[in-house]
C-alpha cells in the first residue's frame, strides 16, 4: 500500500492563479479531509468528506473547492489564489469515523507546501 | 478562545528526563482524543489515542480529565528521538470525524 500521497510536493503560484492538490489513498478508506498548516495556528481544517459524492465545509473552506467522485481520490482546487492562502496542506483519510465513534487514526500525506506570490 | 489549546514550548529537557505536556479543550461535547508527533516539516501521525482511564504505552502515558477538560501526555526517560511536535486532537460528537487540532507543543531533547 502508497498509504496518503499528494502532488505535487511544492508549488510557487501568482496571485489569481488556479490549481489542484492532488490526494489519493489506497486504502479503502471512507473518511477523507483537507488541513492547511500555518505556524502557530496548528492544523486547520478546510474540507472533509465522508464518502464519494459527499463532501462538507470545515473550519476554513472560502477560496476551496472539493469533489469526491471516487472513493481513492480527493482533489483540492484553489480557485484563485490569494497570498493568505500560502501555507502547507496536508490531505488525511480514515476508515469511518462514523462507525468507530470516532477513535479511528487518521493517515497523513506528506503534504503539499504551497507559495503564493 | 481556541477549542484546543496547548502551550507552544518549546520544552527543552535533557536526555533521561520526564517531561509532560497539558491540552486544554473547550467543548463539552468532546468525545474522542489523541496525541499525535510531529517531526519537523513532516506529516503528523498518531502517537496514542486517550481513554477515560488513562493509558499507557511504553515510556508514555496519556491522561483524560473530563470534568477538567484536560488532557496530558507524560513523556518518561525522554530520548533524543523524542524531540519532536505533540499534537493534542479532539474529534467533537456528532460533527463527522472533524478532528480539532492544538497548536503543538515543542520539545527538543538534548544530549
Known amino acids: 500500500n502508497a498509504g496518503v500521497t499528494q502532488t505535487p510536493k511544492f508549488q510557487v503560484l501568482k496571485t489569481g492563479q488556479s490549481m489542484t492538490l492532488q490526494c489519493a489513498q489506497d486504502?479503502?478508506?471512507?473518511?477523507m479531509s483537507w488541513y492547511r498548516q500555518d505556524p502557530g495556528m496548528g492544523l486547520r481544517l478546510i474540507h472533509y468528506s465522508v464518502g464519494a459524492g459527499i463532501t462538507d465545509q470545515g473550519e476554513v473552506p472560502n477560496g476551496y473547492n472539493v469533489s469526491r467522485s471516487t472513493t481513492e481520490d480527493f482533489p483540492l482546487r484553489l480557485l484563485s489564489a490569494a497570498p493568505s492562502q500560502t501555507s502547507v496542506y496536508f490531505c488525511a483519510s480514515s476508515y469511518s469515523f462514523s462507525l468507530s465513534g470516532g477513535k479511528e487514526t487518521q493517515y497523513f500525506g506528506p503534504g503539499t507546501r504551497l507559495l503564493v506570490l | 478562545r481556541k477549542e484546543v489549546e496547548q502551550d507552544p514550548g518549546p520544552f527543552n529537557v535533557p536526555e533521561g528526563a520526564t517531561v509532560a505536556f497539558n491540552c486544554t479543550y473547550s467543548n463539552s461535547a468532546s468525545q474522542s482524543f489523541f496525541w499525535y508527533r510531529q517531526d519537523c516539516r513532516k506529516e503528523p501521525k498518531l502517537l496514542m489515542s486517550?481513554?477515560?482511564s488513562g493509558n499507557e504505552d511504553g515510556r508514555f502515558t496519556a491522561q483524560l480529565n473530563r470534568a477538567s477538560q484536560y488532557i496530558s501526555l507524560l513523556i518518561r526517560d525522554s530520548k533524543l528521538s523524542d524531540s519532536a511536535t505533540y499534537l493534542c486532537?479532539?474529534?467533537?460528537?456528532?460533527?463527522?470525524?472533524?478532528?480539532?487540532f492544538g497548536q503543538g507543543t515543542e520539545l527538543s531533547v538534548k544530549p
Open positions: 486504502m479503502n478508506h471512507e473518511y
Open positions: 486517550v481513554y477515560s
Open positions: 486532537v479532539v474529534n467533537i460528537q456528532n460533527q463527522g470525524g472533524k478532528l480539532i
